[in-house]
């Protein structure tokens, strides 16, 4: 069954620097969205993309996020300037459409610890 | 804003037994999702329930949703130690987001 994958499964880095979590989505989806979830608490929606362009934003998702479908397949999150309480796990999720009855799947996460 | 917040937030159960939790949320939705996670992991896709139904089942799970009371519950029967997991509902509304609750813990013990 296709999934969504995400690399790396755990980052680690020092306040200050930028990161990238890297998403592939599932191959016939159309919609990509970013959630994050911080230790102990609910997943928080992000972001969601679709035709290349942010289709909604969070207010969590200001200036230091910013995403990208480099090519066919990737769709990344970059952090431009990690604070400490950007630390979480960011799941990628995909969609057929973007449509409010669509199921979204998930990918396994990415565990970002900002030190 | 409309938010799912499940009830209880933790159960404890023996393997064999039934397992409900509750989903309530403050605005009209387009859909109630149910997703598993298991600790530290992703989430899994369980259910998706439109506002226009009132039941669905897969495999041992039973959804509900009362739009009138704007609440849900998922049964897991003849729960199993692999049951073992967080459950969150997430409703959709207009936009793409999905607004998740704090989820329920659940333990089967064997």
């Known amino acids: 069954e296709p999934e969504v994958t995400q690399t790396p499964s755990h980052q680690v880095t020092q306040m200050g620097q930028e990161v990238i979590l890297r998403c592939v989505p599932i191959s016939n989806h159309l919609y990509f969205y970013w959630y994050r979830q911080i230790l102990g608490q609910k997943v928080e929606f992000l972001v969601s993309f679709y035709n290349n362009e942010i289709s909604e934003k969070s207010e969590i998702f200001d200036d230091q996020f910013s995403v990208e479908r480099p090519d066919g397949s990737n769709f990344t999150l970059k952090i431009r300037s990690t604070k400490l309480e950007d630390s979480a796990m960011y799941f990628c999720?995909?969609?057929?459409?973007?449509?409010?009855?669509?199921?979204?799947?998930f990918g396994p996460g990415t565990r970002l610890l900002v030190l | 804003s409309q938010q799912g917040e499940e009830d209880p937030q933790a159960l404890s159960i023996q393997e064999g037994e039934n397992a409900t939790m509750n989903c309530s949320y403050k605005t009209s939705i387009n859909n109630l999702q149910w997703y598993r996670q298991n600790s530290g992991r992703g989430l899994v896709h369980l259910i998706l329930?439109?506002?226009?139904?009132r039941e669905k089942h897969s495999g041992r799970l039973r959804v509900t949703l009362d739009t009138s009371k704007k609440s849900s519950s998922l049964l897991i029967t003849a729960s199993r130690a692999a049951d073992t997991a967080s459950y969150f509902c997430?409703?959709?509304?207009?936009?793409?987001?999905?607004?998740f609750g704090k989820g329920t813990t659940l333990s089967v013990s064997s």
């Open positions: 997430a409703t959709g509304q207009a936009g793409t987001a999905l607004i």
């Open positions: 999720a995909s969609s057929e459409t973007g449509q409010g009855e669509e199921t979204q799947y």
């Open positions: 329930i439109r506002s226009n139904e």
